[in-house]
């Protein structure tokens, strides 16, 4: 069974849009295996941590894990909020760090995510999230990431979710995320 591991741009508990992500985990869990990835506790980027030294840290521990999950998935799907017509600054530290050779010692040398497949939604504002999936898009194609940039889900939250914390998805909008999870699941299996 191929593998796709879910990358999730909130540290929200309730994020709406983790729970977009759990919609798209239940289209696609009796033909993947689906992992989320946790990347909490990866530090800042900062270039004196990628020098090799005989005990790793805990911290370079850390983007050691991050790195070694992605390495293993065959595909990634990403669901981000927008910040301020973006991608949430987390999501840019750890695809710093991803973009960087495992071995720091040749830039030659081949990073965890190059050529990986990945697709990206994103439920927020009126916008749907528009300008942070195109700034995402630019982003990922830069660091070699295979994207399928298209059809991919932008959900405008509804006002209950504004109001009351609730994540209700209209019928329309489960039929957008059921046509990109079948797209994706054709682009993996290609
Ligand atoms: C710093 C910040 C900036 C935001 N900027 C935008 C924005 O530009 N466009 C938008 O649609 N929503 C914006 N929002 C609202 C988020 O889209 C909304 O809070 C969303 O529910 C967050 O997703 P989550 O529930 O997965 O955490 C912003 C929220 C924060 C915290």
Redesign the pocket.
């Known amino acids: 069974m191929k593998h796709i591991l879910f990358i999730?741009?909130?540290?929200?508990k309730?994020?709406?849009?983790?729970?977009?992500a759990k919609i798209a985990e239940d289209l696609l869990k009796d033909r993947f295996e689906i992992s989320y990835l946790d990347f909490k506790d990866i530090p800042y980027m900062n270039q004196d941590l990628e020098s090799r030294q005989d005990h790793m840290t805990t911290s370079q521990q850390a983007v050691f894990r991050v790195r070694q999950e992605v390495l293993k998935a065959d595909g990634i799907w990403i669901?981000?909020?927008?910040?301020?017509?973006?991608y949430?600054g987390l999501l840019k530290n750890l695809l710093d760090w991803l973009s960087r050779p495992m071995d720091i010692s040749n830039f030659a040398n081949p990073t965890a995510v190059q050529g990986k497949k990945v697709t990206v939604s994103?439920?927020?504002?009126?916008?749907?999230?528009k300008?942070?999936r195109e700034k995402l898009n630019e982003l990922l194609e830069y660091i070699k990431m295979n994207v399928m940039k298209e059809p991919q889900t932008g959900i405008?939250?509804g006002m209950e979710?504004?109001v009351k914390g609730e994540?209700n998805l209209t019928e329309e909008q489960i039929n957008e995320l059921k046509i990109q999870a079948e797209k994706f699941a054709e682009f993996l299996e290609k």
Not at 79 to 86: A, C, H, R, V
Not at 122 to 129: E, M
């Open positions: 999730v741009g909130s540290l929200r309730n994020s709406f849009n983790r729970q977009l669901f981000t909020p927008e910040y301020n017509q973006s949430p994103g439920a927020g504002g009126r916008n749907k999230t300008s942070c405008a939250l979710a504004w994540f």
